[in-house]
DNA sequence: GTCTATAGCGCGATAGAC
DNA sequence: GTCTATCGCGCTATAGAC
């Protein structure tokens, strides 16, 4: 599990060509363009493509939920819970030099040219994000300061898939700003 | 301007392929796969797959448009309209064998792989239904039979973007029934 | 663990017969 | 308009030296 600066330095690259170009759209060479490495030995430390990719994601998924599990056991309010949530998104779009969106969101479009593991990996991102989700709005609609109909699972999923698709429109046409705006008056939806 | 029918073959391949797997993701044996013509011949219609990627776009957005502003010149309610138009991406998603997105969303995720007419294509599709449903936003608002705070341009980059989301996230995971959820949930959260 | 070299394949695109 | 044949390139992946 101990994980190597090399390592390290080509999940990183291989994370942000994925989260700009998707999968489909890079190779090992892009990958050695930007690490210090031969495209050749990438393979030593991730055999084949498909398992890179995999290791991409599963790191991604355990970083991220371990956010957004501190922000479900912070002691702010549920509005303020799902506004620090919301700018995970915002810091993922602006992070590095252009316009990213979220790994899983990518990763999603080009599901059916991804082995079975890496479907597994997306799905149960998508799964863990609206279940926190769902939380965050069940605590909120129960002390009074969030306001929505129906079930807060669904719920849940609605404001993820909203703040996805947020990302890839916003990064299509308006950027940062767009994205804002729209994550704003989201959260008003729900009376944050 | 008059298209025959092996264009329309063509293009038909290649826009369901590229709703399923994306641009990036297809390659001209998989249409030559899908319609009697052999894969060397589709240059003959379209020269090269950047020309083709144009010409799927080209055709889809006025195609949908054209829609979208039958829906909008209806005379039905404004929530009705709401309605109809996410219906739209509901008959997308289930049309043909597997579930796929729209193209301009899938498009998008891919956008930093694409030429700058492809990109121009895929913006102006954004900006035109965001602008479609801002207007249907602002008619119900104003006869009271929707219920939003703040732009109603943001309001429909909103609903656009939710909806692109909402299709990337349950193509994943619960398919169309878990779309429908997502799209009865999204236009309660406007009144409708 | 990283390198050079290369195998082996699929890709987009072209040439030229029919 | 469609075909066969092929070019030239980039890709993933492997072999073997260091």
Known sequence: MT???????????????????????????????????????????FPTKE???????????????????????SGVSAPAKLRRYADLFA???????????????????????????????VQRFYRENAERLARILRQGRASGTLHFVGDPRTAGMVVFSALEG?????RADGGIRDFRRLRDQTLKLFGA
Chains 1, 2 share one sequence.
Do not use: W
Not at 58 to 70: E, I, N, S, T
Not at 95 to 108: I, P, R, S, T, W
């Open 3 to 45: 994980r190597t600066d090399t390592q390290t330095a080509i999940l990183d690259a291989a994370q942000e060509l994925i989260q700009t170009r998707g999968a489909n759209g890079i190779s090992y060479q892009h990958i050695s363009d930007m690490v210090r490495i031969r495209k050749a030995s990438i393979h030593y430390h």
């Open 51 to 73: 398992k890179l990719v995999e290791a991409v994601l599963r790191r991604y998924r355990v970083q991220f939920l371990g956010v957004v599990d501190a922000i479900v056991a």
């Open 91 to 121: 810091a993922t779009l602006r992070e590095g030099a252009g316009l990213k969106v979220c790994l899983c969101g990518m990763l999603g479009a080009e599901l059916a040219t991804l082995g079975r593991p890496a479907v597994a990996q």
């Open 166 to 170: 947020a990302m890839l429109v916003s």
